[in-house]
T-cell receptor, first 112, second 115 residues
Framework: GENVEQHPSTLSVQEGDSAVIKCTYS??????FPWYKQELGKRPQLIID?????GEKKDQRIAVTLNKTAKHFSLHITETQPEDSAVYFC???????????FGKGTMLLVSP | DGGITQSPKYLFRKEGQNVTLSCEQN?????MYWYRQDPGQGLRLIYY???????QKGDIAEGYSVSREKKESFPLTVTSAQKNPTAFYLC??????????????FGEGSRLTVL
């Protein structure tokens, strides 16, 4: 089955800096890669996703890049703000119908 | 207010007891899921259901059981066979296998503590 590795497990940045979280996946047939944000005590929510026919996708201060050859994808957050502090999960889903496999999460702390 | 409702939010159980966690959705989604969340372990899939009266085991199904008698409901029973049941449990739903969107909509979770 699919295996998703996520790094780093914790990330501390100063407000205004950029943050990058990286994930690798094992199944070359995977074609959908979402990122979820979970604020403390709240439910995970989708913040951005990318499909295998696209190399990069942006939404305001967040962007995701995908390298299918290397089987890795990354979340980029620019101009970080304290409200970006949360746990971020990457995930991957194979072709056909299969469920999402999640990484173990990255705790991002943005200090004012 | 559309969404997914989980209950109870907090639950305490004695060893050897079964407990059932409720999950109800009014999003008209076909697929529903149960995940377990432990610190540093991410979200691990317990069971999922693509359609009423059908469900499949996820990666960590041992010691758990589910039913899907109605589209809106997907209860999870944590049985006494589950060796380490203390955890945070998340229910989710998605539109299903025939749509392109893969977005999962999560409930607020149920925290189970075994005493």
């Amino acid at each position: 089955g699919e295996n998703v590795e996520q790094h780093p497990s914790t990330l501390s940045v100063q407000e205004g800096d950029s943050a990058v979280i990286k994930c690798t996946y094992s199944d070359s047939a995977s074609n959908y890669f979402p990122w979820y944000k979970q604020e403390l005590g709240k439910r995970p929510q989708l913040i951005i996703d990318i499909r295998s026919n696209v190399g990069e996708k942006k939404d305001q201060r967040i962007a995701v890049t995908l390298n299918k050859t290397a089987k890795h994808f990354s979340l980029h957050i620019t101009e970080t703000q304290p409200e970006d502090s949360a746990v971020y999960f990457c995930a991957a889903r194979g072709s056909g119908y299969s469920t999402l496999t999640f990484g173990k999460g990255t705790m991002l702390l943005v200090s004012p | 207010d559309g969404g997914i409702t989980q209950s109870p939010k907090y639950l305490f159980r004695k060893e050897g007891q079964n407990v059932t966690l409720s999950c109800e959705q009014n999003l008209n989604h076909d697929a529903m899921y149960w995940y377990r969340q432990d610190p540093g372990q991410g979200l691990r899939l317990i069971y999922y259901s693509q359609i009423v009266n059908d469900f499949q085991k996820g990666d960590i199904a041992e010691g758990y059981s589910v039913s899907r008698e109605k589209k809106e409901s997907f209860p999870l029973t944590v049985t006494s066979a589950q060796k380490n049941p203390t955890a945070f449990y998340l229910c989710a739903s998605s539109q299903g296998v025939t749509t392109n969107t893969g977005e999962l909509f999560f409930g607020e979770g149920s925290r189970l503590t075994v005493l």
